[in-house]
């Protein structure tokens, strides 16, 4: 019984020194990336690491699930695994302290592996935090299970600190999580002083007049039905849908944007200060992920603030596909490695395509991509909008696949018609008599010119639609429907300015994104 209760005892003195251990190991290793470059921390590298692997279909079903908590989640994830993997080395070391420490040690290994696999790794500097850690804590593990372990209880390992002894393992322990801490807080102030200068320079930059200012937004753009999505979405409601675990922090100071490749006969690079001076345009254009369900919320829009991007290509010597140029692809790639793709020939077809560097009013939040980004009305944000831009190269589909092609989507993917019900919600009670219907159809770059609604199997009946913006924006409806008592599923359809009606054919969003008709249910009471 006493030997049992002993075991129990040491074990958990064991757990205690792995824990600690492995705190220590990320605490050092958070403190080494604030000095390296805090997006090389491991817990973000082997994140990001694992985002890279992810396949599609469990991606989507993250961003389903967990929605934009994703990140949150894949990271306390990540914790909770070190952790336990901690305990299990803890134990271990009572009996084999070299085995333990060698096994912390592994995890660093696996960190600077993750780190350098990156898209954006910034080369062998990038290995340091994880293996900076690692050291500090086999060397915590090696000497706490020195002052956890009996003496003489491992014949091999007999350390200088051996033999068991309460006191000294507490005093050794408490030191270790106050330094930890100490070294955690620090690194912590030092990664957030880092990102002061950008902080410091979007709160210095001072939009300039649009040279080509958007129309403002028609009265009758905004239905006034309670429930219904804002016409233009509050900076601060936009969804966000990156594979950044550490949102840049890009100083415009320094922020440089390169156009090159094939077919570019003056390659250029731009400050922001030479895009600032150039003739702006502002344009309401909405933005919709293809990892958007039927019905779902990753679509917003903005009024956003930029330069044609087809007058910079055009300065190049960029010439689009029809016009005989040789580049029919452009891979735009951000300061975190995402590279995206989208045709040459829609940039260039007359469309607005933007750098933009203002959203509603506001120099772009980190979130959407300061100090710039790319946007392309009528194509998923994942083949177009890419935040924090830095390189615009010119080549072709058949040469490169960028991020996400690689992981299975589209080559080309331009947004399907979409409607969806804002109001009433799913299993929502109203009231039987005169019920308001109402949402968001979106086409981008074509336009919606009709949306029907339709309760249970009934005949399709054309919703009214509000006053439309632009083609590039999306358009809100409105039906009043006489309800009658009992359970009812409305259903809703759009039409665009090409005459298609939205299909009720299913798809999954990858590779191309969803399609279908948008029902809800609901009970009138
Ligand atoms: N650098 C970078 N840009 C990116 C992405 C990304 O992961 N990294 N995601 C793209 C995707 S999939 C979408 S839908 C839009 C979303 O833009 P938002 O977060 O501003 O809404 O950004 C695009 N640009
Ligand atoms: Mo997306």
Not at 95 to 121: C, E, K, Q, Y
């Amino acid at each position: 019984m006493s030997t049992f209760r002993n075991t129990l005892t040491r074990s958990s003195l064991g757990a205690l020194a792995g824990l600690l251990a492995g705190f220590t190991a990320l605490a050092v290793a958070e403190l080494t990336a604030s000095l390296v470059r805090p997006e090389a921390g491991p817990v973000t590298v082997v994140g990001g690491a694992v985002i890279d692997r992810t396949p599609a279909p469990v991606k989507d079903f993250a961003i389903r699930t967990f929605g934009e908590n994703d990140k949150i989640v894949l990271q306390l994830g990540i914790l909770v695994l070190l952790g336990l993997f901690a305990i299990a080395l803890g134990i271990l070391a009572l009996r084999h302290r070299r085995v333990g420490a060698a096994g912390v040690l592994l995890f660093g290994i696996v960190g600077s592996a993750a780190a350098l696999s990156r898209p954006d790794t910034a080369g062998v500097g990038d290995a340091l935090p994880s293996m900076a850690g690692a050291v500090a804590g086999a060397v915590v593990l090696y000497l706490l299970a020195g002052k956890a372990a009996p003496a003489g209880s491992s014949p091999r390992d007999e350390g200088a600190g051996g033999g068991w002894s309460r006191r000294g393992f507490l005093t050794t322990a408490a030191v270790t999580a106050a330094a930890a801490t100490g070294a955690g807080v620090l690194g912590r102030v030092l990664s957030q002083q880092r990102g002061q200068g950008a902080v410091t320079s979007r709160n210095d930059l001072v939009l300039p007049p649009p040279a080509s200012p958007a129309p403002p937004v028609p009265a009758g753009a905004q239905l006034k039905v309670p429930g219904i999505s804002a016409f233009t979405t509050p900076n601060r409601n936009f969804y966000r849908v990156d594979t950044a675990l550490v949102v840049p922090k890009v100083d415009a100071d320094t922020w440089r944007l390169k156009i090159h490749g094939k077919g570019v006969t003056r390659s250029r690079t731009y400050t922001l200060d030479d895009l600032l001076a150039r003739p702006a345009i502002e344009r309401d254009i909405t933005l919709t992920c293809v990892s958007n369900e039927v019905g779902g919320p990753y679509v917003g829009n903005a009024r956003w603030l930029g330069v044609r991007l087809s007058d910079l290509l055009a300065e190049c010597g960029v010439q689009p596909p029809s016009r005989g140029g040789k580049a029919d692809q452009l891979v735009a790639r951000s300061v975190d490695g995402m590279t995206l793709g989208s045709p040459v020939e829609d940039v260039m077809d007359g469309r607005d395509a933007m750098l933009a560097f203002g959203m509603n009013g506001e120099p772009l939040p980190f979130d959407h991509g300061f100090p710039v980004r790319m946007l392309v009305p009528g194509l998923y944000g994942y083949v177009s909008a890419c935040k924090w831009i830095e390189d615009i190269e010119l080549t072709t589909f058949d040469t490169y696949d960028p991020y996400w092609v690689k992981r299975k989507w589209a080559r080309k993917a331009p947004i399907k018609t979409q409607a969806r019900i804002d109001t009433p919600k799913p299993f929502a009670r109203p009231a039987a008599g005169s019920v308001t219907v109402a949402g968001v159809a979106w086409a981008q770059h074509r336009g919606i010119t009709r949306v029907q609604v339709r309760v249970d199997d009934g005949p399709w009946q054309d919703a009214d639609l509000a006053v439309q913006d632009t083609v590039d924006t999306w358009r809100q409806w409105s039906y009043r429907w006489q309800a009658a008592p009992g359970g009812h599923t409305l259903t809703v359809r759009a039409t665009d300015s090409t005459g298609q009606v939205q299909t009720e054919q299913r798809a999954r969003t990858v590779p191309d994104g969803a399609s279908g008709w948008h029902s809800v249910f609901v009970t009138v009471t």
